[in-house]
């Protein structure tokens, strides 16, 4: 310690009292470390609920088989097939629709009144209960377009859904392009859109996919506007055609959880492992793009 | 003005004042050399001489710390003139004290010798070049470009008055060939004494260089 | 002494012809590439240069010094007109690029900054590889020649060629700073400017790279014209043959205060204000 060659009365003005400053930092990481130990404990304990319940009736005939109002025979392809279907089309039509809006607002926009109420529209978008897309799903695809409670008229809703937090997580992915890279490119006579195709995209790339992916498993888990639009809760068949019906994991769940007979609630508790590991999936899908394209270079 | 560079400004101020020390060590050395010549006295003579160590060393200490300054501050405009006049200055003035050493010198070897005549233009020589070199280090310090040239202008009179005291000189040879000794080391003196004015209008060159950053020979001297 | 007259003459002849103004370099005597004339430029209502009027010689280095907020980098961006990029941005008066006016109507700024290279403070390759630093400014301006050999004398020019030669596919962030400086230097160059703009362009350096950035910019000298913005005094006093001296004060900001040759600037600076700044007693 150099204390002994402060000046005593400058030293005097100091109340060092280092224990003390440091037990207060030792409280506070206890504190986080109780908070994160809670939250594993309750997830923890869902996650053993649902597997203990759900395991015995995880086997090839459940994921192979259509839904049976005997428990022992139900099985859960309809609403798995359901899912990857009408996914398959919501990222088809969320995707480009989004990264271009996204690209829009952060690049083209600039800081017009017009921009600026779009970006509200947007937020506000993003936090609109997703019930209320479902009641525009039914008016506008259901009913107007008459698509009926197809496939098609599930993803085009879905893809309202998540629409907006794909054009939030994009340009959050956009603006995370360092403003050099831009100047660089500027400086060398490239145009705008030139910059942004070869070296804001490219930079953003990972950015962008994480947001989609994240926001596709958000819609995984939906089931509050498929239930409005009217999807199916008992389909003993695969869709084959866009326009077919169809029903999805969550509602599936759902609505063996509704049943009467105990021996259903497992059978759901089946179908949520199945469900978590599709999102496991996707997750890690989207961890693996990041780093993909991280260490590209 | 509000300067940010007080440490640095110290050490130039430092610098210039041990200039002026040096300058006037160099003065009393010129003083007591032709003082001692005109006196005869040999052993006053013999100080000059060893005094003139202490001169050299002063010079030496001076222009180290002026290469340190440069080394370690990086001087720019009037600051970098500033310590490149003094490098100079301090360099004609150890120039001049040589010179002292060398009237010194002379007195030495005139030794019991008579003189062939009572000294009197060598004396005002050695004034008026005394009062240049003076007045030239006061312009310096009051960074004053037209007095340097004033000052500089009046090596005319120390060139008139060594014309005389050379003109004096060799009448007296011609009438009296056994003085031609003598009065050739006396010549020297004069001599010695002329540079040393031509020395200072170095130094009042230097002066206006660190004030207009313009670099002009502003009296040749005839000699 | 006829012989001391003459000898005075002719060492008074000597000394006229050793004048110091005699060693500098005429700046009227160049072929000025670029002229900026009268030129002023505010952000929205906040004024960033006041009637500039500066002529910058062909295959010369000029710094552009000044302290913080002097309106320097924003002299330089306007000359490639990145400033547009700003919102807000308005100009008045005219730069000249040999004699065109890039700021008068139908100019379009995209052709303006290919003949005006610019390199950034802050070292920014591409996260690309080395080759394709070079080659994105060549291809998008559609360059027909050799790619390899561009790559090649592009790298050799700033003086980086022997340091990453055998791997070119290596990315460009995998080099050190200095060698990435010199990698923006290699690809601004590929596109053939006229001129090179650098704003800082050894802040973020270490001595040693700093020099070497120094060392290639007295070489690519000969065949461009450099501007350079510098906060290093003694980096404007080691490249540069000019020196332009901006401040901004109370009443005028963006203002230039003194331009001409380096050694006159920092030896006996015409102006009060920038002795004081070049000797460090500011404010």
Same mark, same amino acid.
Not at chain 3, 126 to 129: A, E, G, I, K
């Given at each position: 310690m150099v204390v002994g060659q402060i000046p005593a009365q400058q030293a005097?003005?100091?109340?060092?009292d280092l224990p003390r400053r440091k037990a207060v930092g030792w409280v506070f990481i206890a504190l986080g470390l109780l908070s994160i130990l809670f939250a594993l404990f309750i997830l923890l304990l869902l996650l053993y609920d649902v597997v203990h319940r759900g395991l015995p009736y995880l086997t090839w005939e459940f994921l192979t088989g259509f839904d049976s109002r005997f428990p022992s025979r139900a099985g859960v392809l309809a609403a798995l097939a359901g899912t990857v279907y009408m996914m398959g089309f919501t990222i088809l039509f969320a995707l480009p629709l989004g990264i271009m809006a996204a690209i829009y607002l952060e690049e083209y926009a600039g800081d017009s009144w017009f921009a600026n109420a779009v970006q509200i529209n947007i937020s506000n978008l993003a936090s609109v209960p997703s019930i209320i897309y479902g009641l525009l799903g039914l008016q506008v695809f259901v009913r107007v377009m008459g698509l009926n409670r197809s496939v098609l008229a599930g993803a085009l809703t879905m893809a309202l859904v998540i629409l907006p937090i794909i054009i939030v997580a994009s340009r959050e992915a956009l603006r995370s392009v360092p403003p050099s890279i831009r100047d660089a490119s500027l400086a060398l006579g490239a145009t705008k859109w030139q910059t942004i195709r070869h070296h804001v995209l490219p930079y953003a790339v990972s950015g962008i996919m994480t947001g989609n992916i994240l926001a596709a498993a958000r819609a995984i888990g939906e089931s509050a506007p498929l239930i409005a639009i009217g999807a199916l809760t008992f389909v003993p068949f695969t869709p084959n055609s866009p326009l077919d019906l169809f029903t999805v994991l969550p509602i599936q769940i759902f609505n063996w959880t509704s049943r009467p007979q105990e021996a259903f609630h497992d059978v759901a508790a089946a179908g949520i492992i199945v469900l978590l590991v599709v999102l496991l999936i996707l997750n890690s899908l989207a961890i693996f793009l990041r780093w993909r394209f991280r260490t590209q270079f | 003005m509000a300067s940010i560079r007080t440490h640095f400004e110290q050490q130039l101020r430092e610098l210039q004042d041990d200039t002026l020390v040096l300058g006037s060590m160099v003065d009393s050395a010129i003083a007591s050399a032709v003082d001692a010549l005109k006196r005869r006295d040999l052993e006053a003579s013999n100080r000059v001489i060893d005094e003139d160590n202490l001169i050299d060393r002063k010079r030496w200490e001076i222009e180290q710390r002026s290469i340190m300054i440069i080394a370690t501050q990086q001087p720019t405009a009037s600051d970098l003139r500033f310590l490149y006049a003094i490098a100079s200055i301090i360099t004609d003035l150890e120039r001049m004290a040589d010179h002292a050493e060398g009237i010194a010198k002379i007195s030495l070897m005139i030794g019991d010798n008579p003189l062939p005549k009572p000294l009197i233009d060598i004396p005002r020589m050695c004034d008026v070049s005394r009062s240049m070199l003076r007045r030239s280090l006061d312009a310096f310090v009051n960074r004053d470009a037209e007095g340097a040239k004033a000052v500089a202008q009046e090596d005319d009179l120390v060139d008139a008055l060594y014309d005389q005291v050379y003109r004096e000189l060799l009448t007296i040879m011609i009438e009296n060939p056994r003085t031609i000794t003598i009065a050739t080391y006396l010549l020297w003196a004069a001599h010695n004494l002329e540079r040393i004015a031509d020395r200072v209008t170095n130094i009042c060159e230097r002066v206006v260089y660190t004030v207009t950053g313009r670099m002009e020979e502003i009296n040749v001297s005839k000699y | 002494m006829t012989v001391q007259d003459s000898t005075a003459t002719l060492l008074k002849s000597t000394s006229a012809h050793h004048s110091p103004s005699t060693y500098y370099h005429s700046m009227a005597e160049a072929d000025t590439v670029i002229s900026v004339r009268n030129f002023s430029l505010w952000y929205s209502k906040k004024r960033a240069l006041t009637n500039v009027t500066i002529d910058f010689p062909r295959n010369q280095i000029t710094a552009l010094i000044g302290p913080?907020?002097?309106g320097k980098s924003t002299l330089l961006r306007a000359i490639n007109r990145m400033n547009d990029l700003i919102k807000g941005v308005r100009t008045e008066g005219n730069i000249l690029i040999d004699g065109n006016d890039i700021y008068a109507k139908g100019v379009d700024p995209v052709e303006v900054r290919r003949r005006i290279g610019m390199v950034f403070q802050k070292p920014n390759p591409?996260?690309? /590889?080395i080759r394709e630093n070079i080659l994105f400014g060549a291809k998008i301006n559609g360059y027909k020649g050799d790619y390899d050999q561009l790559v090649e004398e592009c790298l050799r020019r700033a003086a980086l060629w022997d340091e990453v030669k055998d791997d070119l596919n290596k990315s460009g962030l995998a080099l050190s700073g200095g060698q990435q400086q010199r990698l923006c230097i290699a690809r601004a160059i590929a596109v053939a400017p006229e001129v090179i703009l650098m704003d800082?362009?050894? /802040?973020?350096?270490?001595p040693i790279s700093t020099l070497r950035i120094e060392e290639l910019m007295r070489d690519l000298a000969k065949q461009y014209t450099i501007l350079v913005v510098t906060h290093n005094m003694q980096q404007a006093s080691r490249v540069a043959d000019n020196v332009a001296f901006m401040l901004s004060d109370d009443v005028t900001t963006g203002m230039l205060v003194e331009y001409g040759p380096t050694s006159e600037v920092f030896t006996?600076?015409?102006?009060k204000r920038t002795e004081d700044y070049i000797t460090g007693r500011f404010g």
């Open positions: 005097a003005e100091f109340s060092v | - | 913080s907020g002097c591409f996260p690309r /590889s800082e362009p050894c /802040s973020a350096l270490d006996n600076p015409k102006s």
